[in-house]
């Protein structure tokens, strides 16, 4: 096995490999949970978002396969993951501002509505197989599989990378953006300058989603590149934890999606050179990370730096 | 001539309100389901009732169902209680299967050393203090560090799913056993056993005591009043001079160990060993319980029993109607969904508000 003949350099590049191939979800959803949330609300759904995403891009790709040919049909399952992702999202946006209905509730619900919808709908594509993302093949240069298969970057990852600092841009120089700013830190001040904090959050709980939901199109046309129940472990969640740690700023929210990448790929890369007793808690590694790092930057006694002022409070 | 709206007085509209605006929600949620599978190519209402059947139809079916309303109802606890307190807390799966895991690890060695009442009490036990300590911990760090409860519960759900992963596959392994990595099976005598005469084993009880005492709890005590007290409004507690450190612990100590005994109880009761069979969607079914019934333990008994129907009934959706599994999550989601709107609707409605307040 050509594994076997790297030794243990097997595993920092299978972290590396697992870190390029594996950031891009979290990348997605956490900007799109990022977006949400600086409007004064919490979108626990996205996790339903992200696996209704997957969905609907496995099945959208491998329904117009015929007609829209390999290259152009994935294209269209990600205009449909965010498409789908909008719709849940619009569910939530306007569930979410009713009186007295909690933001976290409905995004529970929406993680069983979500996730329930995606099983039911992706029942017929479990086992076809769906045309994939072409890849930009960078490692073509080395001899050695396993560069070569880690170098095999997604479009769509490059296309996270890209929205990031654009996002970051936008909440800072735009119109749009303080609106949406003001929206999450002073409900009452944004009122006062005649926005309309509805509208605004639907708007940014919709975008949001639609983020969210090409997220859910990383994990089905890109890596693991399947469809199955069981593709999304928790990363809609985990965007919630990273979103704090990146303390609300989208390019730190690029940083924090590529830490979370590689602690997902440590289990792997350690089963890939042989080390396997303790696979299942190198997989946990991803959520360990998260506590600690929630237990570190949290404080009681101030607020975290960043933070939108009206974020889970009631109006 | 008097009308019915003068004839009802306003404290006894108030309780019509909190009883009809759920139901009428559920109702809404029947609707929605039914155009649901309408879309899908079922009949509607043949769909109501295979559910009914399956459910609630015939004595075998109403077995079926308390079956799975038992963890249900106490998994649900494992939200409701916090939640008085004012915290979400979805970590029941978590608590779940420590409490399961802990459930079995003295099962194994206790055997048959101890008498078999004896060793279930020990057995329930090492379920509550593990699916407690698991859910405190989320509480500990929010009261002492600040983090978000209903994350960090959520988080701990997966360190415990691995944990119990690594353990099956690891340490704990019976080779013997091929299907699936899985612990040893617990000796027959400390089995739970079954009601007389059913095929409902005693987890049902264990359910409908733990509620009762439960609602006495939050609604009859000095504690309960001092938890509710704190979920009113924290600042005020404080001021008050409420201990709001030791009441976050203790409750959330309550609900965890509540879903603790859920997963000793399916381990003892229906797996027989642990492994993974054991994370079966009891936890985030019993978050909707829980919520459904405004996290009332009275009412979680009703809900659970509801929900437990609507699970029996997933096997013959597939068989009957040719409609995936994943119906049942979809139906779940719908019945969450309206109870939350409902919510909004309180006060609303004008024949619920008292005569002068338009």
Redesign the interface.
């Known amino acids: 096995m050509a594994a076997e003949s790297l030794g243990l350099w097997g595993i920092p590049l299978g972290i590396i490999a697992g870190t390029l191939r594996g950031s891009a979800p979290f990348l997605f959803v956490s900007l799109g949970e990022c977006l949400t949330e600086k409007s004064g609300k919490i979108n626990l759904g996205l996790e339903g978002t992200l696996l209704m995403g997957a969905m609907s891009a496995y099945g959208v790709s491998y329904l117009s396969e015929g007609w829209a040919g390999p290259f152009w049909a994935p294209w269209l399952g990600v205009i449909a993951a965010g498409l789908s992702g909008m719709a849940l999202g619009a569910i939530h946006g306007w569930l979410s501002q009713q009186p007295r209905v909690n933001d976290v509730a409905t995004g529970i619900a929406m993680i069983v509505f979500g996730s329930g919808l995606a099983f039911f709908l992706g029942k017929p594509f479990i086992q076809p197989q769906a045309p994939q993302l072409f890849t930009f093949d960078w490692g073509s240069w080395s001899s050695i599989p396993q560069i070569q298969a880690a170098l095999k970057i997604s479009p769509l990852f490059l296309l996270g990378v890209a929205i990031a600092p654009l996002l970051h841009w936008f909440f800072r120089y735009t119109r749009w953006g303080l609106y949406i700013r003001a929206v999450g830190d002073s409900p009452q001040a944004a009122r006062a300058m005649g926005i309309s904090t509805f509208k605004v959050r639907m708007a940014s709980i919709v975008a949001g989603s639609f983020l969210a939901g090409i997220g859910g199109a990383c994990l089905s046309l890109y890596y693991p590149g399947v469809w199955t129940e069981r593709i999304s472990s928790g990363q809609g969640l985990m965007a919630v934890a990273l979103v704090i740690f990146a303390k609300w700023n989208p390019i730190q929210c690029l940083w924090a999606s590529m830490l979370f990448g590689g602690a997902q790929a440590i289990g792997p890369a350690f089963q890939a050179v042989g080390v396997d007793s303790y696979y299942y808690l190198f997989n946990a590694a991803p959520y360990i990370l998260t506590l600690l790092i929630m237990v570190v930057t949290c404080s009681p006694q101030r607020t975290l730096v960043g933070l939108p002022g009206a974020l889970g409070k009631e109006e | 001539m008097v009308s019915l709206s003068q004839r009802v007085s306003v404290p006894a509209r108030r309780s019509l309100e909190a009883i009809v605006l759920p139901v009428a929600a559920l109702a809404v949620a029947l609707i929605i389901f039914g155009c649901f599978c309408a879309l899908?190519g079922a009949n509607p209402f043949a769909v109501y009732g295979s559910i009914y059947q399956a459910a609630f139809g015939r004595w075998s079916a109403w077995q079926n169902t308390l079956i799975r309303a038992a963890p249900l109802m106490l998994t649900a606890l494992c939200t409701a209680l916090p939640a008085r307190l004012g915290l979400?807390i979805?970590g029941n799966e978590g608590a779940l299967v420590m409490g399961g895991l802990a459930a079995v690890v003295v099962g194994l060695n206790v055997g048959t050393s101890l008498p078999p009442l004896v060793a279930q009490g020990a057995m329930a036990l090492a379920g509550m203090v593990a699916g407690g300590l698991w859910i405190m911990l989320a509480g500990a760090?929010r009261?002492?560090?600040?983090?978000?409860e209903?994350?960090?519960s959520?988080?701990?759900n997966?360190?415990a799913i691995?944990?119990m992963?690594?353990l099956v596959?690891?340490p704990m392994r019976d080779t013997s056993f091929v299907t699936k990595p899985s612990s040893a099976q617990l000796d027959p005598s400390i089995v739970l056993g079954t009601i007389p005469g059913t095929r409902i084993h005693f987890g049902l009880l264990y359910g409908l005591i733990v509620c009762v005492l439960a609602y006495y709890l939050i609604q009859r005590t000095t504690f309960g009043f001092a938890a509710r007290t704190a979920g009113g409004n924290i600042r005020a507690a404080r001021i008050a001079g409420l201990p709001v450190g030791k009441l976050t612990l203790a409750v959330c100590f309550l609900g965890g160990s509540a879903a603790g005994l859920a997963g000793m109880v399916e381990v003892a009761a229906v797996q027989k060993r642990i492994n993974e069979s054991v994370v079966s969607s009891y936890g985030?079914a019993g978050?909707?319980v829980a919520?459904v019934s405004r996290h009332n333990p009275l009412a979680t008994v009703l809900v659970a029993v509801l929900l437990g129907g609507i699970l029996a009934s997933g096997g013959i959706l597939q068989r009957a109607h040719d409609?995936?599994d994943?119906?049942?999550?979809?139906?779940?989601?719908?019945v969450?969904?309206c109870v939350?709107?409902s919510?909004?609707l309180?006060g609303k409605l004008p024949w619920f508000r008292e005569m002068g307040e338009n």
């Open positions: 899908a979400v979805i760090l009261h002492y560090r600040g983090v978000n209903t994350i960090s959520l988080l701990l997966y360190i691995a944990l992963n690594h596959e690891g985030y978050i909707l919520f409609l995936p994943a119906t049942v999550l979809v139906f779940q989601g719908i969450f969904l939350l709107f919510d909004s309180y």
